[in-house]
């Protein structure tokens, strides 16, 4: 209610009485769908938070889609910005009023789309304001704060505004200069500085529901664990299963990581980011919403109940090493030293079967 439809309605309404007071010709039908649009997606982000984020810390310390609040926080400054007493847009000609008020119902849309999106946006409190930080950090977060407040009419919707559109616009900078802008340092955590970063390798698959945007999430999850970096993705290769049930073919990519979590809780996040997906482990080799298996980690070789490295069976899966050489070629198996070009090599060839 907060964030969705309050601020829908608050638009809603100043705008239906501006332009009536203007005399100015309008659909009141296409008002309400504007506004129920940001409602409606404010809902959808809610939901989809609730279901795609654990409690976790490491969880929280980005989000996918402008966060909810952020959005109904630009709507809220925007009116002390145009309505409040000395502000800059408070005396403002009637006409350019009007012009201002149509400009703030068509924001709604934009917002809502901001909200659904798989734009990222950085934690601030996460990000800047946890952990031991110096005391000029502690100073400058001050003087920020009395900024803000003493002239709020402004710097409220400087910020909101400002954190809203940041996030499509670091994406398209990111994305054009391919690397990431402003990371947190990887020595961050005193555990990350403990534990030495290594390479590894996930193969992903799923041959249930909407087969691509399960793997696009997959990579979203491994992007928002800490402490993990995703290297590179493969471009997704269509195969039929290996054993099972008759089944639709798989969507399968690999995924090269640099990350310093140790092996099992590695594989405990993948099999999180599985149920997180609605994965069901009812029949063997069954079909499946999404699968993620560890296939190797750094120069790990280890035998458990739960995790063998590198993966028993990988050498002899074109499914795993097509995509895996398209990205990490020169990843070296650590059982039989060679690399996981020369594995698909001997595949191809029939030696390694």
Partial sequence: ??????????????????????GAP??????????????????????????????????????????????AGVIASSAFLMFEKGSPLADVAPETRLLL??????????????????????????????GRRPFLHLVAIVLAILVVVGWHELMFFVCFAGYAFAGPIMTFVERSAGRRIFAPPDDEDADAEATPAVSALVAAGSNLGDRQAHLAFAVERLRALATTRVLAVSD???????????????????????????????????????????????????????????????????E???????????????????????????????VTGRTVAELLADLRSGRGR
């Fill in 1 to 22: 209610i907060t964030f969705g439809v309050a601020p829908a309605f608050l638009v809603k309404a100043v705008f239906d009485h501006t332009t009536t007071a203007a």
């Fill in 26 to 71: 309008y659909a009141p039908k296409v008002t309400l769908l504007v506004s129920a649009i940001y409602a409606i997606c404010a809902t959808l982000r809610l939901a989809r938070f609730t279901i795609e984020t654990d409690t976790s810390e490491e969880a929280h310390e980005k989000f996918f889609g402008l966060p909810s609040p952020a959005a």
């Fill in 101 to 130: 008020v149509k400009g703030w119902l068509w924001m709604l849309p934009v917002l809502g789309m901001l909200m659904v999106s798989k734009v990222e946006y950085v934690h601030l409190v996460s990000r800047w304001g946890r």
């Fill in 236 to 302: 997704p290769v269509e195969t039929e299963p290996v054993g099972g049930p008759k089944q639709r073919p798989f969507l399968n990519a690999a995924i090269h990581l640099h990350t310093t979590l140790p092996p099992e809780q590695l594989l405990a996040e993948l099999q999180a980011i599985e149920a997180a997906r609605g994965r069901e482990r009812t029949v063997r080799n069954g079909p499946r919403t999404l699968d993620l298996d560890l296939v190797l980690h750094g120069a790990t070789i280890c």
């Fill in 304 to 334: 458990t109940a739960a995790l063998v490295l590198p993966h028993p069976r990988f050498r002899e899966r074109g499914f795993v090493l097509e995509p895996a050489a398209a990205i990490a070629p020169a990843l070296v198996d650590p």
